[in-house]
């Protein structure tokens, strides 16, 4: 029997350190995967997101063609604990590559992403979605104004990079609230910023260009 018992012990000691997955109060964190072979192996990730597809859309009122256009694809950035974290963007199919690319670039460049979690944590209020400073893709909403509402649109940390209406519309409220664009800030965005240089590389127009308003941290085809 105490055989038995030591054989056991050392077999639970073996499964634990070679067990990639841990526990920490954050969530869940692993060991770096080989997409992204230029960090060191001792690296980790902290899952900000970990829904299925099905999940992601769980409640949203869009149209099935036009849930059928999207894409769950996993992202990595450096969050604002300085750790690198894994998100995931809900977005239009036709979009997915090219963020999958631009994600490689801002976790490469060290600009700082404070999570990236689809809409549906929020209860589809992407006002909700913004006030957490969160980045997404799809919300579904009135399609003749917003490309959100097929996922052919990206808003990068919102918080840190808020709409502000231009002169002669500047009666209408700035969003997020209480929100303040200070571009010393890792994770704002502006001009020279090469974030936004990546996303215009990749053929997006950037929401700091829109007629009535800096939507800064709005990107979209």
């Known amino acids: 029997m105490r055989k038995i018992l030591i054989i056991t012990f050392l077999s639970t000691i073996i499964f634990l350190s070679c067990n990639p997955f841990k526990k ?5 964190i692993f060991s770096q995967t080989s997409e992204y072979d230029s960090l060191s192996d001792n690296d980790t990730i902290i899952i900000d997101s970990h829904y299925t597809f099905e999940e992601s859309v769980a409640g949203s009122i869009a149209p099935l063609e036009i849930i059928n ?24 199919k036709t979009l997915a590559n090219d963020l ?20 549906v944590k929020y209860g589809w209020y992407d006002d909700l979605s913004m006030q957490a400073n969160n980045t997404y893709s799809f919300c579904y909403r009135n399609m003749n104004f917003s490309k959100h509402a ?9 918080f840190l990079n808020p709409v ?23 994770g704002t965005l502006y001009e020279s910023q090469p974030v936004v240089q990546e996303f215009i590389k990749h053929g997006f127009f950037w929401g700091h260009n829109f007629k009535m308003k800096f939507d800064d941290h709005h990107f979209e085809k």
């Open 24 to 28: 920490e109060a954050k969530g869940v």
């Open 69 to 92: 256009q999207l894409e769950l694809i996993d992202v990595q950035y450096y969050s604002t604990d300085g750790k690198i974290h894994q998100g995931q963007i809900l977005t239009n």
């Open 100 to 119: 999958k690319e631009i994600f490689k670039f801002i976790l490469k460049s060290g600009f700082e992403v404070e999570h990236a979690i689809p809409v």
């Open 150 to 158: 097929t996922g052919m649109a990206i808003d990068i940390n919102p």
């Open 164 to 186: 502000i209406w231009k002169d002669g519309y500047d009666y209408r409220q700035n969003k997020p609230e209480q929100a303040r664009r200070d571009t010393t800030v890792n």
